[in-house]
């Protein structure tokens, strides 16, 4: 199976390239499912992923596998799951996080701007009551352990 992933891992990593996609987590279940999550920089639509799985599927029909049967899927990381790769973070500027950082201090806040590797948010900070003021923290992106996005339906 090992071999089997390998394979499958440089077809998806050689095509991804061109449709604007990367590779952010991968996992491979004992029945031979491989599932393959990507995200790109942009808004990713279903129709990307779906021309995507086509071309990789065409790819692995032309290759020899072997004989062992194995089954891949490819979708993306999903809205709850926590960012995982610098790239996935300029699109979500304007939206609120909820960050674990490396000395395992928490916060909530809006990030408002990238500049190199330094991520510029308004940290929440909770006051007497229901009052909330904010104060613009920078954190570099290697300080980030965890990161995800808080949805918001307003």
């Known amino acids: 199976m090992k071999k089997i992933g390998e394979k499958l891992r ?3 990593d050689a095509e991804a390239t061109p449709f604007g996609l990367f590779v952010v987590h991968q996992t491979v279940s004992p029945d031979g499912l491989f599932s393959f999550y ?7 639509s279903m129709k990307a992923l779906a021309d995507f799985t086509k071309q990789v599927s065409t790819l692995t029909d032309e290759d020899d ?3 062992t049967p194995f089954t891949f899927e490819i979708s993306s990381p999903g809205a709850d799951n926590p960012l995982t790769d610098i790239r996935q973070f300029p699109k979500h500027i304007g939206r609120k996080f909820d960050l674990v950082l490396t000395n395992e201090e928490t916060l909530i806040g809006k990030l408002e701007k990238i500049e ?3 991520f510029f948010f308004q940290k929440e900070i909770k006051g007497k009551g229901k009052k909330v003021s904010f104060e613009e923290t920078i954190i570099p992106y290697s300080q980030i352990n965890k990161a995800t996005i808080i949805i918001s339906f307003k």
């Open 38 to 44: 990507v995200d790109s920089q942009e808004v990713l």
């Open 10 to 12: 440089l077809i998806v």
């Open 116 to 118: 190199d590797s330094n």
């Open 65 to 67: 596998f072997g004989d």
